[in-house]
């Protein structure tokens, strides 16, 4: 029996992006821009997926958002309340699955609907 090999290229899933930068936007809305993480997997980024929430809350809740394409920026408007903090962390997708996500973003505050936005 004689078996041929071919060169396969083993998919795994994406590294680790860089932790997301936090630039606000309005009171209730920031930017996020990360760095692509080194390694894409053997499959080219499909997608990011944003996790956040507000760690100081009784019960931790972290809410996806997915951003479509390999852009390494998004805005955030969704969910973000006046007086809470938030902290942001990113995740690359490829053919193969969601990668590690990455370290969670300095702190932000939302003061309200008139008031700043507070970096931590």
């Known amino acids: 029996m004689h078996v041929n090999y071919t060169d396969t290229e083993v998919l795994c899933t994406p590294g680790k992006p860089g932790s997301p930068q936090i630039t606000p936007v309005s009171s209730l809305a920031v930017n996020l821009e990360w760095t692509a993480p080194e390694s894409i997997g053997g499959s080219c980024i499909s997608s990011y997926c944003v ?43 490829n053919a193969a699955g969601c990668g590690e996500f990455s370290d969670f973003s300095f702190s932000v505050t939302f003061a309200g609907e008139t008031g700043n936005v507070t970096i931590l």
């Open 51 to 93: 996790m956040y929430g507000s760690p100081a809350a009784p019960t931790v809740l972290y809410l996806r958002v997915s951003v479509e394409g390999s852009a390494t920026n998004c805005t955030i408007t969704d969910s973000l309340f006046p007086g809470r903090t938030y902290q942001f962390a990113v995740a690359a997708v």
